[in-house]
């Protein structure tokens, strides 16, 4: 579950340099409490799809081709280690008896499922210059794998060099 959390502010903490309200308590709240936590920035964030702020080294590293990269290999690692060594019998008992353990699971599918859905992400790919309508489908329809592959391709983001 972790992943998630940290696509989402790969895009938000860059964002939230624009925002009246702070990304990072819903950063962390998220980790705790899934996509409930992330729901009311999603509600009261403004749309900003250009970058005023000052880039720190935070935002820099979130910002980092080599980030999305990292993500996507620990993604593929916990994907792999779940294939060849889980317990997918004891999973779906688990699922179906542990109120933890289904809250989880639906919270890690409504993540995928609310990542197209918000301004965030169309305003993130028009930040980094990336805004395309075809290109966005393609990565929204692709849950999970199409957000890491957006980071790992998205270019760095330009801000005020100048």
């Given at each position: 579950m972790g992943v998630?959390?940290?696509i989402y502010a790969c895009l938000m903490f860059l964002d939230g340099q624009m925002q009246n309200i702070p990304a990072w308590p819903f950063f962390i709240g998220s980790n705790f409490l899934?996509?409930?936590?992330?729901?009311?920035?999603?509600?009261?964030?403004?749309r900003s799809?250009?970058?005023d702020g000052k880039e720190d080294r935070w935002l820099t590293l979130l910002d980092r081709r080599s980030t999305g990269v990292v993500l996507l290999m620990?993604?593929?690692?916990?994907?792999?280690?779940?294939?060849?060594?889980?317990?997918?019998?004891?999973?779906?008992?688990?699922?179906?008896?542990?109120t933890f353990v289904h809250l989880i699971t639906l919270d890690f599918l409504l993540m995928g499922l609310v990542f197209p859905l918000t301004s965030l992400f169309p305003d993130d790919m028009a930040r980094h210059?990336?805004?395309n309508l075809r290109r966005?489908?393609?990565i929204a329809l692709v849950p999970l794998f199409g957000p890491l592959f957006y980071l790992c391709s998205r270019p760095p983001l330009q801000s005020n060099k100048n």
């Amino acid at each position: 579950m972790g992943v998630w959390p940290m696509i989402y502010a790969c895009l938000m903490f860059l964002d939230g340099q624009m925002q009246n309200i702070p990304a990072w308590p819903f950063f962390i709240g998220s980790n705790f409490l899934g996509l409930l936590w992330l729901m009311p920035y999603f509600l009261f964030r403004q749309r900003s799809q250009t970058f005023d702020g000052k880039e720190d080294r935070w935002l820099t590293l979130l910002d980092r081709r080599s980030t999305g990269v990292v993500l996507l290999m620990v993604t593929l690692f916990l994907i792999f280690y779940a294939l060849l060594t889980g317990d997918w019998e004891e999973f779906i008992y688990q699922f179906q008896h542990l109120t933890f353990v289904h809250l989880i699971t639906l919270d890690f599918l409504l993540m995928g499922l609310v990542f197209p859905l918000t301004s965030l992400f169309p305003d993130d790919m028009a930040r980094h210059g990336q805004w395309n309508l075809r290109r966005f489908w393609a990565i929204a329809l692709v849950p999970l794998f199409g957000p890491l592959f957006y980071l790992c391709s998205r270019p760095p983001l330009q801000s005020n060099k100048n």
